[in-house]
């Protein structure tokens, strides 16, 4: 159990800098002049900035209840990755109801 708890804390704390650098990279005005949709720079932005709070929380939660001997609260360490594919899967139907094409949320840099 110690091992499991381990690797998705480790796992918990590299997303979590990875999230950050990309919520940080999202408040440069260039950035964000590149997304097409308000709304889905706005989505990237909230995974962007909850998911570290996400992760330091739940991963707190289930490493006291490990120390407590409540192992319900183990599985807890895993609910950031729900989060990152509820959000996901919010991104992708909003993209999608937008304009009909996955993944064109951003401009490539040239295009008008």
Known sequence: MDALLIAFTLFNLFASLGALGHGARLLAKRERAAWRSKTLLG???????????????????????????????????????????????????????????????RREPGDS
């Open 43 to 105: 989505l990237a932005a909230l995974l962007s900035w909850s998911f570290p709070l996400a992760a330091a929380g739940f991963t707190w939660i289930a490493w006291s209840g490990h120390g407590a001997g409540a192992v319900e609260r183990v599985p807890l360490v895993l609910a950031p990755l729900a989060w990152l594919v509820l959000l996901g899967a919010v991104f992708v139907a909003v993209d999608f109801a937008e304009d009909g094409i996955i993944g064109n949320a």
